[in-house]
């Protein structure tokens, strides 16, 4: 492990030092599920959660997800992420920033909120927004765990995020952030709702997911149409742009300020819902299949 944190660390840079190791704190204070159900006493609710992430794992498995040995362990400190986007005041084109591996992301990630801030203050002429985020992905670098944040998820929730991470532990194109993240985001949903069938009352939020997640693709398609058809135009002034901006926003059915940013943090996570779904429908709806066949979707 320590051999691969060098590495990491060399590839990347010192500046990611300091979340480098924050992130070995929550790996090293790793524990094996199994053995913490065994020895501790635990109250009821915990040990429940616990039990269902390992059989979310098991289910996972027989979906041809890259399981490993990630979300057998239970990590005692919580892994609080803040993650930065930008993007320019009239363009929906986010800032991007390159890593190996992983190749071009419109994203960066802290472990620390005023490391997050502090680093935002470097883009006084884009917008920015900072989001906090519950679980990550080491894309298989790793065996990730457990943190006590996702066990304070309702029980969907938290299987629906273990389904979407491991598909990032499974499979990652590179600099194609936007298809990767729709890709988890349909899945995991289409994963949840399979897991619970046998489930009546989860099932039906599971199901309820899936109409939310479609319904707010088509939300943000809309709200994205109609702001690139203003930051398109050559013929509009940057501050004409920037006024019908206001505008746009502030008709839109979406609770969103303003920025582009913003709204990006969530497109990402959308923008190819519905490619994807229609992919699994042609992949006999299997999540196997369309798991195995994700690389090779239409573009």
């Known amino acids: 492990m320590l051999a691969r944190i060098i ?6 840079g010192c500046y990611e030092l300091k979340s480098a190791v924050t992130q070995g704190k929550v790996l090293l204070s790793r524990r094996y599920i199994y053995d913490i159900l065994q020895n501790d006493n635990l109250g009821e609710e915990k040990r429940q ?9 098991e289910f996972a498995k027989s979906l041809d997800l890259n399981v490993g040995t990630s979300y057998d362990t239970l990590s005692s400190r919580p892994a609080n992420l803040w993650v930065l ?16 591996i992983i190749g071009s992301v419109p994203y ?20 920015t927004h900072i989001r906090t985020s519950s679980a990550f992905s080491s894309l298989g670098w790793f065996d990730d765990p457990i943190t006590p944040n996702l066990l304070e998820l309702p029980d969907t929730e938290l299987t629906e995020t273990l389904f979407h991470e491991l598909f990032h532990r499974t499979v990652w194109i590179k600099d194609s952030v936007a298809k990767n ?9 289409l994963a949840n709702i399979n897991f619970y069938r046998k489930d009546p009352e989860k099932l039906q939020k599971a199901r309820a997911s899936l109409t939310h997640t479609l319904a707010l693709a088509q939300d943000l398609k809309k709200l994205v149409d109609e702001l690139n058809s203003v930051f398109n135009d050559d013929t509009k002034s940057y501050q004409d742009k920037l006024a019908l901006k206001e505008k746009i926003y502030k008709d839109s059915k979406l609770p969103l300020s303003p920025n582009n940013a913003e709204l990006l943090h969530l497109w990402i996570y959308y923008e190819y819902v519905e490619h994807y ?13 369309f798991l195995n066949n994700f690389e090779k979707a239409p573009k």
């Open 49 to 57: 959660k616990l039990r269902l992430v390992l059989k979310a794992r």
């Open 277 to 289: 779904k229609d992919f699994f429908i042609k992949n006999d709806r299997s999540l196997s299949l």
């Open 108 to 127: 960066k990630g802290f472990f620390s909120e005023s490391e997050a801030k502090e680093f935002q203050s470097n883009f006084p002429e884009y917008d």
């Open 85 to 100: 986007m930008a993007a320019r005041k009239d363009s929906l084109t986010p800032y991007t920033w390159s890593y190996p």
């Open 7 to 12: 590495l990491i660390l060399t590839l990347s």
């Open 181 to 189: 993240e729709s890709g988890a985001n349909i899945f995991g949903v």
